[in-house]
């Protein structure tokens, strides 16, 4: 039995030996608390989404009984891979002002080549730091999660100064070197779309 959570389409599906069903699906990665239940094969699956201040967790029972989490590909070799935040662009987006910075995705196992290139803002990194501690939240590899860059309020800060951006990419740079190193990274949901590549395809 596999539940699968994509934040990029927020649509949420349960994989059972005999079927696929989705249990619910939204334009949002998170949502404020939901109850899905499948019926199949004789059994009553409850699935509950459980919003936090870090992000979501889920709990998930079959005919009343509670089924544990686990982490079934956490202790398996990753795939040898290296991210970096090279450089930043600021672009006009609807009339504002938008700061992107860029991620790099280095693989050893071609000669350390870049096999991906992706823009980013600030946000969807947080995005990426809640999904990583709703998955491994409640974990013994809990403690071994990176410290995300702290999040400044736009008053009496500049976002756009160049020493602020500067600084932001060099924070950023440190945590995804830092989060490459994290052992079940490669199994983070929407890990593989954040980085706009493929990484079965490396």
Do not use: W
């Not at 239940?37 to 989404?49: F, L, R």
């Amino acid at each position: 039995m596999v539940l699968s959570h994509d934040t990029g389409n927020g649509k949420r599906k349960i994989t059972l030996p005999a079927k696929t069903e989705t249990l619910h699906e939204s334009r949002k990665a998170f949502d404020t608390g939901s109850i899905h239940e499948v019926s199949t094969g004789g059994y009553s699956i409850i699935v509950s989404v459980i919003p936090n201040y870090l992000g979501f967790k889920y709990n998930l029972t079959c005919d009343g009984k509670r089924i544990p989490s686990h982490l079934e590909r956490v202790n398996q070799v990753q795939d040898s891979m290296s991210f970096s935040v090279t450089s930043t662009a600021v672009e006009s987006v609807a009339g504002s002002k938008v700061v992107y910075y860029v991620l790099e995705t280095k693989s050893s196992l071609q000669g350390g080549a870049v096999v991906a290139t992706t823009p980013h803002r600030f946000s969807d990194f947080i995005e990426l730091q809640a999904t990583v501690r709703s998955m491994f939240g409640s974990s013994h590899l809990s403690k071994s999660i990176p410290p995300m860059p702290g999040k400044l309020p736009k008053m009496g800060v500049d976002h756009f100064d160049v020493k602020f951006i500067e600084d932001r990419r060099t924070a950023l740079d440190s945590y995804m070197q830092a989060i490459g190193k994290f052992p079940g990274i490669m199994d983070v949901p929407g890990f593989e779309d954040f980085l706009g590549h493929d990484i079965n395809g490396v």
